[in-house]
């Protein structure tokens, strides 16, 4: 596509109208390679591999696109400088290879090197800051052995008190000794790499159809229901990739997901002031473990995460305890100027990692913590014959999609090469220098890559779609009404919650309701 195009990629383009007309040609219609049940990162991931290989594929999610875990992470695609401590080395090597793919190859208008700070502040020892120092140039030497060239990831360094002051203003000054700068991969939001992933997939020739509810596996396919109808039917296939994330277990018998829950607060972002970079914590009588302040550039910041094991059933959207919200507060207030105060948390999210367990069913008190749970992922092949991805993290959803695919190919024998996608540019994507050309605003080139221009032009020909939907918050009713035509938006929940993220903060989300509300009503008439 050219910087300067004005329409979407061509075949990219995911709607009401086009859900409808797929979702009865896939109904008791021909038999397709695969279906995939699940539209996170992974599942979106494993529709575009499939597809790219010329693979037939089908993709199916019960509620919207990135509607479960993929929305909620921190936004970070890391180098896998955590799971070298833990001496899983093939884990942070995954890591850094597909931090580098995404960085420099697949979505470079959605994923940017980011700057965080740790402060030495007294609660950091010199042999902890040595032990932290030591750990940021082994994950430079990932980046290294990863390929990733020094200019898409600067080389961490050591700051001053005035240096880390200046980067992070609303530090404490008081003997506070300098700092340590490192950088990582950042994604401007998770939910729209699901979105370029499922458009990427639908230009290969996938059909894309949220609101679709599996409710019965088998290696031939699955029975489903049509979300919005209630209708059902069968969806036939020659192999089935169960994507579904925690809930995995409910659709394939065997399945054991031992759920850890992240949470994050959301804070204004003038509560802290200006921050050039994000923050690493140190969580306090903790030597690997911190808490991120991570600035999103639309008057917001988030501070994560927590890691606790959830049991019981999986809810569609998990509820933050406040006991997550104390001790986040705790953690920041241990470096700060002035605490963050609990009326300061304007919204909060959390997300359930889908991590395998992988120890006994009955498990005693000395089970492992959920921060102890390998990160590793692992593809496993029912009894049924129903494949099944689970585990793994966001940063490498494009592996475990890979890998996927693969043993559909060959459990299956299906007719397909190997996967493309580590050099496959997702919807948007260009060379830096073809991003800084695009005469659009910044941020919408780094929301919608090459699209940027046409979602601008929607605007131009309509200034009252130029309009904030909020005063101080930056998504334009352009950027509402381009969801609904070609990111498979359909109601007002989609385009607030993750199409934009405005939902995060409830009374943000009150205020946008009737905006979002008017427009998804023009687009169901054909005026929008």
Known sequence: MSPTSSSPAAGASLSAARRSRELTEAVGGPVVDVLVVGLGATGAGAAL?????????????????????????SKLIHGGLRYLASAQLDVAHESAVERGVLLERTAPHLVHAQPFVLPLTPLVSRGQAALAWAGFRAGDTL????????????????????????????????????????WDGRLTDDARLVTALARTAAARGARVLTRTRALELTAAGARIRDELTGEEGEIRARAVINASGVWAGALVDGIRVRPSRGTHLVLRSDRLGPLPAGLHVPVPGETNRFVLVLPQGDGRVYVGLTDEPVDGDVPDVPEVPETDVGFL????????????????????????????????????DG????????????????????????????????????DAVDAAVAARRLDAGPSPTAALPLV???????????????????????????VHALAARDPRLGERVLADHPVTGAELVWALRHEGALDESDLLDRRTRIGLVHEDRAAALDAARALVGEAMAGRA
């Open 49 to 73: 591999d499939a597809a790219a290989r010329g693979l037939r594929v089908i993709a199916v999610d019960a509620h919207d696109l990135a509607f479960g875990t993929s929305r909620w992470s």
């Open 143 to 182: 980046r290294l052995a990863a390929r990733t060239a020094r200019a898409t990831l600067p080389a961490p360094r050591r700051l001053s008190a005035v240096e880390t002051r200046h980067l992070a203003p609303a530090l404490r000054s008081d003997r506070l000794r300098g700092g340590l700068l490192s």
């Open 329 to 364: 507060l705790d953690v920041l207030g241990s470096v700060l100027d002035a605490p963050v105060h609990r009326e300061d948390v304007v919204g909060a999210f959390a997300g359930l990692r889908p991590l395998l367990d992988t120890t006994s069913a009955d498990r005693s």
């Open 367 to 402: 089970a492992p913590r959920t921060a102890d749970i390998s990160r590793r992922h692992a593809v496993l092949t029912s009894s049924e014959g129903v494949i099944t991805v689970v585990g793994g993290k966001l940063t490498t959803y494009r592996r475990m999609a890979e």
């Open 428 to 454: 948007g994507a260009a060379a830096p220098h073809a991003l800084s050309a695009l005469r659009a605003p910044r941020r919408l080139v780094h929301r919608y890559g090459t699209e940027a221009p046409a």
